[in-house]
């Protein structure tokens, strides 16, 4: 594949976020302006969407809008990533309960990869779009996931690590994480990859979907440590509704 085309396929992905993030028909000076593409090249690529299908264009307006086949895309991507609608319940729940940003993340190879977050209304808030990754090794989440995994699994991981990573990773680091997390029953990471913000966060099995989650909390980190205790006991009893909502599926 050129380099061309790897560009061209990046710019496909970059104009529908744009369109997620702002969720209204969009002139193409506003979407070029945005995105920094040239005008002759993302105008062409703009059109070539419409031709396919993935967008509308209004000739009064002047503006370009996603049509339904972006929608049927993906709609098949939540039941199968997250099972059923429990999850997402328990995530929103949540939400109200500790009034912090809630992001749901899972495994993808060497990291973490958030999935799904639900915005806190706080002024000081933690903002990562679902895509964002963070390192296994070395991020709340990750620890929380790495957890709830077998010493021999943690051992393997740690050694793709140091090998695909100039950053090297010890034993006695990343179990030093892992005891933590399984003597408290969450993770707690603070200031690690964001000065100033933290993150709590607990693992849960779904074998709707055959994964493993990571579901936290993440906020400012003064007032995350206020709170530490609220929070935690929140994420634990999510965990058990989860788990109750699981056997009760099995007995059916």
Known sequence: MSESDVKSARRVFEILETFDRHRRPMALKEILDELGYPTSSGSALLKSLMNLGYLDYDRRQRTYFPTMRVALLGGWVGE?????????????????????????GIQSDLHVQYVHAIVSNEVLQFRAPPGTRRPMARSGMGWALLAAKSDTEIEDLRRRINAKS??????EEIMTRVHEVRSRGYAFSKSTVTEGAGLIAVAVWRPASGRLFAIAA???????ERKEAEIAAALREAVTRLSDHQLMELDV
């Open 218 to 224: 993440a906020g400012y980190l003064p007032r995350l």
């Open 166 to 171: 100039e950053e090297k990773v010890s034993w």
């Open 80 to 104: 199968a990533l997250f099972g059923d609608s429990a999850l997402l319940e328990v995530m929103e729940s949540l939400h109200q309960t500790c009034g912090e940003t809630m992001i749901l």
